[in-house]
């Protein structure tokens, strides 16, 4: 009876914070991807929070194009260590070696969640008309503005309503729902 009843709060514990930690790095490489602008505050929190452990994995594997790899190769080892504590934790009949190849559905679906976010942010943020200059509206905006521009470009303000972020939503969804059940099955993800 213990040992069942410490398992909800233990899994519970190790998805927080192994899926806290692995968001931050994927966002990290989302705002350099997004060209985001370092200096804001956000940004070096971001930084500060990951270059401990990121920078001797630099050492091991180079950017490339501009882009940090050593901050996919992290999120995808931390997912796959939070997955495979997850299998030994509930006792689940699987291999620990499949963990490397259910991390990346893991990652695609985080990657598509963390921009479905932060549209909503930009929406729900735009019917308050927050100040331009905040480091997370420019933030928000510089990560988001990749997304945006060509749904902006497709489906144009009617009568001044900006219907863009829907059809933005919309597709992140569908997205989700046509690209991370297959990844799944060819994974044979028991999660």
């Known amino acids: 009876m213990t040992g069942s009843y410490l398992i909800d709060p233990a899994v519970f514990l190790i998805q927080t914070l192994f899926g806290l930690y692995t968001a931050v790095v994927v966002i990290r490489f989302l705002l350099q991807w997004a060209r985001a602008d370092f200096y804001n505050p956000i940004s070096q929190f971001v930084v500060k929070v990951t270059s401990p452990v990121l920078r001797p994995l630099r050492k091991l594997i180079p950017g490339y194009g501009g882009m940090d790899l050593a901050a996919l190769v992290l999120a995808w080892l931390l997912t796959t260590v939070e997955l495979a504590t997850l ?3 509930l006792g689940l009949d699987r291999s620990l070696f ?5 991390a990346v559905p893991s990652l695609v679906e985080l990657v ?3 921009f479905l976010f932060a549209v909503l942010i930009r ?10 200059y905040n480091p997370a509206v420019s933030l928000l905006g510089r990560l988001t503005d990749p997304l945006m521009l060509p749904a902006q470009r497709l489906l144009r303000p009617i009568s001044g309503i900006d ?8 597709g992140l969804v569908l997205l989700n729902m046509l ?3 297959p990844l799944k099955w060819l994974v044979s993800s028991p999660f």
């Open 98 to 102: 499949g963990a490397f190849g259910w």
């Open 123 to 132: 929406v729900i943020l735009s019917w308050v008309n927050p100040d331009p």
């Open 179 to 181: 690209l991370i059940p």
């Open 87 to 89: 299998v030994l934790l």
């Open 112 to 114: 598509i969640n963390i």
């Open 163 to 170: 219907l863009s972020p829907m059809l933005v939503v919309i």
